[in-house]
Structures are given as C-alpha cells and as structure tokens.
C-alpha cells in the first residue's frame, strides 16, 4: 500500500543572483510503501529537503503531484497521520520537555491520560526520562534532537518523515534514534528520512535513493547495495560513483 506517492515533480527558485531560476527538484517520481524505512541521501542542495518540505506541504511543487496516504499535502486530512523532523528544529527553550510534548498531544487532540501515557514512554525510549522537567534552553543538542523525534511521534502517526536524524548525536543517542525508527517499523509506521551518514542509512532503510542536482539517480534495494560492490564502504562506493565523484 502507498503512503507517499510522487509523480513527476518539479520545483525551481529564482535566485537572489541575476534573477535567474535553478532548479531544485527535476522531475521526481517515487512511491514509499506501508512499513517501509526510505532513505533519502545526496550532496547539500541535491534537493532532499525541498522534497520534504513539498510532502509536508510547506512549498508547492511547479510542476507533478504529490500524495500522502491518498491526499493532497494541502489536505488537512493528510496532515493528521503525519510526524515531522526538521532538519534543524527550533523549540520554546523556556519549556521543558515535558511541557513541548504535553503541547503537542493537546494540538492534535489527544486527552490527558493518554497524553501522559505516550509522553512517558518515548522519553523513557529516547533517555530523557529523567531530564522531562528540566527547560529545553539547558539542553545540549544531541537533547534537542531526541526530544525533538518525540515531538514528532507523540501523537502516534502513521507516517513519519525525519530531515538529518542523527544530527548532533553522539553513539549512544544514534544508536537510541536507529532501535527508535526499527521499532516504528515493526508497528507498521512508514519512515522516510534524509541523512548524510550513510552507515546509518544503509543498516536500516529498506531502499536508499540517491539524489544529485535535483533528479533522483537510482533506487536502490537493500539486496541491492549488498550485491553491488564490496563487504565494505557499499552505499558509500555507490554513492560517489553516482554523482560522479569517485577517486
């Protein structure tokens, strides 16, 4: 089953420079399947955010469409299901952790008991159970971070798209945020996410896409990248020979 489906898309900027239009994204298509972990990996300005921000429905696309579990992105109903990193989130530093997911539950509805049932469980999943009343502007980023991907999974959706996960965690906090996103997985969530370590990427999506000038290069299997080169460096070998710019 589909839950985010995107069909010929295209997006350009006009650029501050000689007002001239670059292209972000170049006519992309791509389905991610119910319980499927997607990687998304490419250079900076490949066009992995502006393919987020589009699904998420911040930016509209110039050209194509774009489908989430069936609607529009523009459709509230397609918003509801629907969980969001970005790639550098900016909280109330004045709230504690605590308060910023007991904020979120009651924006999507969710009633007391089980607000206080979900918020006790991801912190205690994230390791910031004990840290749950201490103000976010004490936090280290790494801390930010994780209680930024509960933020984006307190109110149970179904799909769940994360820009740069990893971001500023050290091994402990990475290996926390990988069983985090395996484990949604096995519920049967839909987890799309860009990343520039690729190790990470590799142990975990199910197919990885590389993206470079805005087009989507290849798809790629998880068998795939096994069989493709050696034991060691696989996604990283391919990568560069995709983009060009191996040694």
């Not at 194509?64 to 629907?82: A, E, H, M, W, Y």
């Not at 504690?96 to 904020?103: G, I």
């Not at 999506?205 to 290069?217: A, E, F, Y």
Request: overall charge positive; hydrophobic content about 40%.
């Amino acid at each position: 089953m589909q839950k985010i489906l995107i069909k010929n898309v295209s997006k350009e900027y006009i650029s501050d420079f000689k007002r001239k239009r670059k292209t972000a994204v170049d006519n992309v298509s791509l389905s991610i399947e119910k319980a499927e972990i997607f990687g998304i990996i490419g250079v900076n300005g490949a066009g992995k955010s502006t393919i987020i921000k589009m699904i998420m429905g911040f930016i509209k696309p110039h050209s194509g469409q774009i489908f989430v579990s069936g609607k529009t992105p523009l459709d509230p109903d397609s918003r509801r299901n629907l969980g969001y990193l970005p790639e550098n989130p900016y909280f109330y530093d004045n709230l504690t952790a605590r308060e910023l997911l007991m904020f979120s539950c009651q924006a999507s509805g969710l009633d007391k008991k089980t607000s206080i049932r979900r918020i006790e469980i991801l912190l205690k999943k994230v390791g910031l159970f004990a840290e749950q009343n201490q103000k976010l502007r004490t936090f280290s980023k790494g801390m930010t971070q994780r209680a930024g991907i509960c933020f984006a999974l307190v109110h149970d959706p179904d799909i769940i798209i994360l820009d740069e996960p990893m971001s500023g965690l050290d091994p402990l906090g990475r290996k926390i945020v990988i069983d985090l996103i395996c484990d949604l997985k096995q519920r049967g969530k839909t987890v799309l996410f860009c990343s520039h370590i690729l190790n990470d990427v590799e142990r975990i999506c199910d197919r990885v896409g590389i993206m470079d000038g805005g087009s989507l290069k290849r798809v790629y299997t998880k068998e795939e990248i096994f069989k493709s080169v050696d034991a060691e460096n696989n996604l990283e070998e391919i990568f560069l020979k995709i983009i060009g710019r191996n040694q």
